[in-house]
């Protein structure tokens, strides 16, 4: 009889585990495993943030009593460190008095699991969390893309306004030909431009030719878009 192949788990990310007690340590690898993440390792608040030097996880899980730095002083250097600032950190510790939980994310934790731990509960946080963490820097990677474009469109804009403004000195366009052109910009007809002038409806043909002619463009909508850009430089 055929077997359905093992489901392979899916990869959820990359989780920094921070605590001294090898059963915990070995306890929590092996669930993380099983449920997707690749597991980070670390005996203590510095070999943390050493980790943070070469990687950045998606969540990190702190044993709040530790020998050196305390999980609360390690928290702290965490969110201080240029890797670490974003990254959720959800506290594992045997200190239950609401001033210890008060101090964990104060010190800028997440979350706060009581140990002895319950896996599930451990993972469901965690789940929600690296979840959480992911979407607010998709959108932050979002924002910057939008201020990027808007930053490239806005030099390209300048950057066409000022040849727009060369090109146009360069014509040397006479005092009637660029009041003829002004016109055009602003979207008066030949007619309306003959008018305000004081001109015949021939005369503005004859300025417009020569306009033409010298900007090097064909059209009245190349012409008046030339203008249009010029103005704004």
């Known amino acids: 009889m055929n077997h359905a192949p093992d489901r392979q788990p899916v990869h959820q990310g990359t989780v920094l585990v921070v605590d001294d007690a090898p059963d915990t340590l070995r306890m929590l690898c092996d669930a993380l495993a099983q449920e997707g993440y690749t597991v980070l390792v670390a005996r203590d608040g510095l070999q943390a943030l050493d980790r943070l030097d070469v990687v950045v996880p998606d969540a990190i899980l702190l044993d709040g009593v530790m020998p050196g730095l305390s999980g609360f002083e390690t928290c702290q250097r965490i969110k201080a460190h240029p890797q670490g600032e974003a990254v959720p950190v959800i506290f594992m510790t045997g200190l239950s008095e609401t001033a210890d939980i008060v101090a964990g994310f104060d010190a800028g934790g997440v979350d706060y699991v009581v140990k002895p731990l319950r896996i599930e509960e451990v993972l469901a946080r965690l789940n929600t969390h690296v979840r959480n963490a992911r979407a607010a820097r998709e959108a932050r990677e979002a924002v910057q893309r939008a201020s990027d474009a808007s930053s490239a469109f806005s030099v390209a804009a300048a950057a066409a306004s000022a040849a727009s403004a060369e ?67």
């Open 167 to 233: 090109r146009l000195s360069h014509a040397a366009l006479t005092p009637r030909e660029t009041e003829v052109l002004t016109w055009l910009a602003r979207g008066k007809t030949n007619r309306d431009i003959a008018d305000i002038l004081g001109m015949s409806h021939r005369t503005v043909n004859k300025h417009l030719e020569h306009i033409f002619e010298k900007l090097g463009v064909e059209t009245r909508a190349a012409a008046a878009a030339l203008a249009s850009q010029a103005i704004q430089a």
